[in-house]
T-cell receptor
Framework: DAGVIQSPRHEVTEMGQEVTLRCKPISGHNSLFWYRQTMMRGLELLIYFNNNVPIDDSGMPEDRFSAKMPNASFSTLKIQPSEPRDSAVYFC?????????????FGPGTRLTVL | SQQGEEDPQALSIQEGENATMNCSYKTSINNLQWYRQNSGRGLVHLILIRSNEREKHSGRLRVTLDTSKKSSSLLITASRAADTASYFCATDAVAGGTSYGKLTFGQGTILTVHP
């Protein structure tokens, strides 16, 4: 298996622009997680899905952030409009099945820089 | 302070020495996991210990869990330069015996192993 795939790996944009991050989870996994990592705040859970349904979005910082999972093999995290404080590394992770396997498999991350 | 705090924040040792990292948490857990992150990469799962386990081994890794003290430790024996990375503990919290289904990560310990 190729593992969790994220794109792009690096994104540089200007303040006010829309940013879309993409994630393809491991085939057969039914939970997907979006995290944000910064030096100041560490690794924060933004939102997670079970069977394509958002379960907990309490970590989404504000309405500028939105996430979708239209099917089991694809998810997006969108920031509109982007701000410099959104600069961070965004990770996507997937998990086989809640309850039995709790290990999460992380993608390589997208490094976002908002100028 | 947040769930899953690691101690120390940074650890510098010589190759061949043992490295011990500690993690404290606040709530009841289903399990506790340790992850490793190499610079610029995603997190990789190392080991999971369930709440009814006290000790677990995997290769050069040894994890202990003390639920009465709400603490865990990760021991890496005979360290190698390739072990240089950040190490995170993550807790799978429960309420009423039911997992929330998500992990809360600590701030991590930066381990440097000098050749």
């Amino acid at each position: 298996d190729a593992g969790v795939i994220q794109s792009p790996r690096h994104e540089v944009t200007e303040m006010g622009q829309e940013v879309t991050l993409r994630c393809k989870p491991i085939s057969g996994h039914n939970s997907l997680f979006w995290y944000r990592q910064t030096m100041m705040r560490g690794l924060e859970l933004l939102i997670y899905f079970n069977n394509n349904v958002p379960i907990d979005d309490s970590g989404m910082p504000e309405d500028r952030f939105s996430a979708k999972m239209p099917n089991a093999s694809f998810s997006t995290l969108k920031i509109q409009p982007s701000e410099p404080r959104d600069s961070a590394v965004y990770f996507c992770a997937s998990r086989p099945r809640q309850g039995t396997y709790n290990e999460q498999f992380f993608g390589p991350g997208t490094r976002l820089t908002v100028l | 302070s947040q769930q899953g705090e690691e101690d120390p924040q940074a650890l510098s040792i010589q190759e061949g020495e043992n490295a011990t990292m500690n993690c404290s948490y606040k709530t009841s857990i289903n399990n506790l996991q340790w992850y490793r992150q190499n610079s610029g990469r995603g997190l990789v799962h190392l080991i999971l210990i369930r709440s009814n386990e006290r000790e677990k081994h995997s290769g050069r890794l040894r994890v202990t869990l003390d639920t009465s003290k709400k603490s865990s430790s990760l021991l890496i024996t005979a360290s190698r330069a390739a072990d240089t990375a950040s190490y995170f503990c993550a807790t799978d919290a429960v309420a009423g015996g039911t997992s929330y289904g998500k992990l809360t990560f600590g701030q991590g310990t930066i381990l440097t192993v000098h050749p």
